[in-house]
């Protein structure tokens, strides 16, 4: 019996490293993209001008969701925002750079924005296929992954948007897909960009996937009763805390800057 018991565990094991082929090592299946820096947003201070006042303040951001979530043994952080043009993928983009060179750590940033997705064009990389075509069954993620020229640093865009984003978000291969690479991978840490919270039910569908989110404000913009009733649909205790965007720096240094605050520690 145990002889039979076993060979029944190595043909599990066996079907199992078929259908999941590490993600992260399958270097030569990879679109190994090289960046065009006169093609790269302007909004990409931790790339373009990595001593910057907005840059250092990525690095404080990255020091505390990082201390966070570390504590908590979780990899997996949602970006969202309110509304639209919060800069909430600036911001996604802007930490994986910085969690990537500065705590060297292996980054995959997941475009799950199908409602209008940008992290690509941020870079300046041309992807026609991503994570819609997984999710259609069309393409399997190793295909599908963009090696960037920033050191660990990878790529899963979204892909052409889809005329179904919330279906295919919700679907099993969705959730397998997340929880594998939670399970699989965790020393590896996954940023997912997605869409408003307010706006589409998008976000809403990903929380229970994911461990942590950060909230992206815009300073001085965004109504409180907006932000309000986007903190009212996470999770408490996945809301690691809200990164207010585009605060105003002293004159003397003519420069924008960003500020996050524990939610948790605030007891709001």
């Keep these: 019996m145990r002889s039979i018991e076993k060979g029944l565990e190595k043909a599990i094991r066996e079907r199992e490293s078929r259908s999941s082929p590490d993600l992260f090592k399958l270097q030569k299946e990879w679109n190994d993209k090289s960046l ?3 093609k790269l947003s302007a909004y990409l201070v931790t790339i373009l001008d990595s ?11 990255r020091t505390q969701v ?8 979780e990899n997996t952080l949602m970006v969202t925002s309110a509304t639209r043009g919060e800069g ?4 996604a983009l802007n930490l994986a750079v910085s969690v990537a060179q500065g705590m060297n750590e292996t980054v995959l940033m997941m475009d799950t924005d199908f409602r209008k997705p940008g992290v690509h064009t941020y870079l300046g990389i041309e992807a026609k296929k991503g994570l819609v075509d997984f999710l259609r069954g069309e393409a399997e993620i190793p295909e599908l992954l963009v090696k960037t020229e920033i050191p ?4 899963l865009p979204s892909g ?3 005329e179904n984003p919330s279906e295919l978000l919700s679907s099993e291969r969705m959730s397998q897909l997340i929880r594998e690479i939670k399970s699989r991978y965790e020393d590896r840490f996954i940023i997912l960009d997605t869409s408003p919270i307010n706006v589409f039910t998008d976000a809403s569908i990903l929380i229970p996937l994911v461990e942590g989110v950060l ?4 300073d001085g913009v965004t109504p409180r009763e907006y932000v309000l009733r986007a903190i009212s649909q996470i999770e408490r205790e996945k809301l690691l805390g809200i990164c207010l965007n585009m605060i ?10 960003y500020y996050y605050r524990d939610y948790d520690k605030e007891g709001k």
């Design 36 to 38: 065009d820096f006169s």
């Design 51 to 61: 001593k910057s006042l907005a840059a250092e303040q990525f690095k404080r951001l």
């Design 66 to 73: 990082m201390k966070k979530m570390r504590s908590r043994m």
């Design 88 to 91: 909430k993928t600036t911001t």
């Design 152 to 155: 660990k640093l990878i790529l």
């Design 160 to 162: 052409q948007p889809p």
């Design 215 to 218: 909230m992206v404000v815009q």
């Design 248 to 257: 105003s720096a002293p004159e003397s240094l003519q420069d924008s800057y």
